[in-house]
């Protein structure tokens, strides 16, 4: 099984409002990703978790806060965002952060996001 | 520097047509290549892989063969299908500081008409 689960699948927000994406994955992994990607464009890596802490930050505005509160589970909160941030937000796992030859990450079906 | 260089899009077929997307990298050391998938609404899909030279990577049709000499990991379908409609995007695994990297090419749109 190599299913990595979001909710919610769409989420529509006004500038003032706070929200949460979530993501479960049930494989063992140890490592989970955020990924931002614009249409017809590749993923762009946001965080890295590796055993529930953060290991990676690309210099993401502090509207976006995540949270590991277990090894399944990977939490996006949304804060004051602004219309540019409307994007897919992929969620991503795999065995561990440092991988070996021909593992990868898996990712999940994305939750589609439109701040109005 | 690690990066993934992919033909541009759109790329547009009849039904049963011979399919190439040429990928092409540059790397430090000896990376995985990976081709995912992205259809219409939906996240990325693995789709095959190589792990070392001359390795050919396949699944639902699709093959890619992880060629060393001329640093290319080009896909191919020898009939496409209208279900074959979406974004590819060819991606190497590059180790970092801290872990693994995922270094994705600009991904190349496939349309396939009936």
């Known amino acids: 099984d190599t299913e990595v689960t979001q909710t919610p699948k769409h989420l529509v927000m006004g500038m003032t409002n706070k929200k949460s994406l979530k993501c479960e994955q049930h494989?063992?992994?140890?490592?989970m990703y955020w990924y931002k990607q614009k249409a017809k464009k590749p993923p762009e890596l946001m965080f890295v978790y590796s055993y529930e802490k953060l290991s990676i930050n690309e210099s993401v505005p502090s509207r976006f806060s995540p949270e590991c509160p277990n090894s399944s589970l990977l939490n996006l909160h949304l804060h004051a965002l602004q219309p540019e941030d409307s994007a897919l937000y992929l969620c991503a796992s795999s065995p561990e952060y440092l991988l070996q030859a021909g593992e990868t990450q898996y990712f999940g079906p994305g939750t589609r996001l439109l701040v109005l | 520097g690690n990066s993934v260089t992919q033909m541009e899009g759109p790329v547009t077929l009849s039904e049963e047509a011979f399919l190439t997307i040429n990928c092409t990298y540059t790397?430090?050391?000896?990376?995985?290549l990976f081709w995912y998938v992205q259809y219409p609404g939906e996240g990325l899909q693995l789709l095959l892989k190589a792990t070392k030279a001359d390795d050919k990577g396949s699944n639902k049709g699709f093959e890619a063969t992880y060629r060393k000499e001329t640093t290319s990991f080009h896909l191919e379908k020898g009939s496409v299908q209208v279900s074959d409609s979406a974004v590819y995007f060819c991606?190497?695994?590059?180790?970092?500081?801290?872990?693994?990297?995922?270094?994705f090419g600009k991904g190349t749109t496939l349309s396939v008409s009936s």
């Open positions: 790397a430090t050391g000896y990376p995985s």
């Open positions: 991606a190497l695994s590059a180790h970092n500081q801290a872990g693994t990297a995922l270094i």
């Open positions: 494989m063992g992994h140890r490592a």
